[in-house]
């Protein structure tokens, strides 16, 4: 299996969690020979939006034609249902250039079907495992990203926009992970997104005991993307904030992300 490592933001609503994912997608996918799975845990498919790619199928449509038809009687059950989620899961990745994008849809309805929830677990865990760097965009919390999709994560990127509610939520989800040890994880970091200027990082390093790994400055550009309905693939390569995400990408994965993939990279994966 290769080392892939998996990266979740988490953070307030509405703070930039998807436009920094997005972000770092199109940074990571720029053609440097490593392989970027970006999922998009959040019912709303704004990191697919973000993206500019339409979703046609994601992991709840597959859950519950399998529910659907266990309850018909039709599923065959074990290795042969295994197949073919596997092949469902595979048939709804949308692959792009340099990168593939697996949207999750809506969070599961009532009643228990624990055996197919972790039975798609395990699928995504399998299919990440074919990648070297898996990027997450889900909803406020981790717990639905955990319940969800990835039973754990190597790097949990908090975002926060300078408001003092959003610092709260920051530091409120850290405690939890840290306490409840909610989540296995390698590094833990604040992203503060809408900045206006480096007093504002200061006066906030001071309220945190987060890391921060960076920062983003209020941008007209994602404004105006925004604006327009386009995706934040369109951002230039001379972006601010495309330079503001390639330093938090190296502190988080230590430099060198960016540069090509040496053959070491993909050592003892099947597909090379
Ligand atoms: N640096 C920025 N400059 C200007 N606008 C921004 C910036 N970052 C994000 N936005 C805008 O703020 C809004 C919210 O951003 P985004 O959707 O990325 O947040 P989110 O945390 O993913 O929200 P949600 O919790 O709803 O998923 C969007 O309209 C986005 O275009
Ligand atoms: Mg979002």
Not at 17 to 26: D, G, I, P, R, Y
Not at 58 to 87: C, F, H, M, W
Not at 190 to 212: F, G, H, P, Q, Y
Request: aromatic share 4%; charged share 25%.
């Amino acid at each position: 299996m290769a080392d892939t490592k998996i990266l979740a933001m988490c953070g307030k609503g509405g703070v930039g969690k998807t436009s920094v994912c997005a972000l770092m997608v199109k940074l990571l996918a720029k053609g440097n020979g490593r392989k970027i799975l970006a999922i998009d845990a959040d019912p709303a498919v704004g990191l697919a939006t973000a993206l500019g790619i339409p979703v046609r199928k994601t992991v709840d449509d597959i859950r519950k034609g399998l529910i659907a038809r266990i309850q018909k009687g039709e599923s065959p059950g074990g290795q042969e249902t295994s197949k073919l989620l596997d092949y469902e899961v595979f048939e709804a990745l949308e692959e792009r250039e340099g990168f593939a994008l697996l949207a999750i849809g809506r969070p599961e309805d009532e009643g228990c079907f624990c055996k197919v929830n972790s039975l798609l677990k395990d699928i995504i865990g399998d299919l990440s495992g074919n990648f070297d760097i898996v990027l997450i965009d889900g909803e406020a919390g981790i717990e639905q990203i955990n319940r969800r999709v990835m039973k754990t994560v190597d790097h949990l990127v908090l975002v926060s926009d300078t408001s003092a509610k959003g610092i709260g939520v920051a530091n409120t989800i850290a405690d939890v992970v840290n306490e409840k040890k909610a989540v296995d994880f390698t590094s833990m970091g604040l992203v503060l997104n809408r900045v206006r200027d480096l007093s504002e990082v200061n006066d906030i390093k001071a309220r945190t005991r987060l890391e921060v790994y960076g920062w983003l400055t209020d941008d007209d550009l994602i404004r105006s993307l925004d604006f327009r309905g386009e995706p934040l693939t369109g951002m230039p390569q001379t972006s601010p904030s495309l330079a503001a995400v390639a330093g938090i990408v190296d502190r988080i994965f230590g430099a060198g992300m960016n540069s090509p993939c040496t053959p070491a990279c993909h050592a003892g994966r099947e597909d090379t």
